[in-house]
């Protein structure tokens, strides 16, 4: 069972920077597509961005051109980098072997002054 652990978050001011990192156990990591979710307070569970086992990214409007999503295979890990951020970014951010039930625990951004 492949196991995923999210770390990186935390508050930071409008206009700021953070990185998250995933980390997977498991030795087929690099042949799943990985998303990253987020899901503020009151509102559903939305799909971040996703990379697939090529490296391919897709992301939501909303965070194009100001998050970036990576991936290391030889660590079995996957990264967020979070710039420009908005108060409206504020989440608790999942990671997500992509379509299926495994997930992280969560972390928690906050964007505020």
């Known amino acids: 069972q492949v196991q995923l652990v999210e770390s990186g978050g935390g508050l930071v001011q409008p206009g700021g920077s953070l990185r998250l990192s995933c980390a997977a156990s498991?030795?087929?990591?690099?042949?799943?597509?990985m998303a990253w979710y987020r899901q503020a307070p009151g509102k559903q569970r939305e799909l971040v961005a996703t990379?697939?086992?090529?490296?391919?990214?897709n992301y939501i409007d909303s965070v194009k051109g100001r998050f970036t999503i990576s991936r290391d295979n030889a660590k079995n890990t996957v990264a967020l980098q979070m710039n420009n951020l908005k108060p409206e970014d504020t989440a608790v951010y999942y990671c997500?072997?992509?379509?299926?039930?495994?997930w992280g625990q969560g972390t928690q951004v906050t964007v505020s002054s």
């Open positions: 990379i697939t086992n090529g490296f391919n990214t």
């Open positions: 997500n072997i992509w379509q299926t039930s495994v």
């Open positions: 498991g030795s087929i990591f690099k042949f799943y597509t």
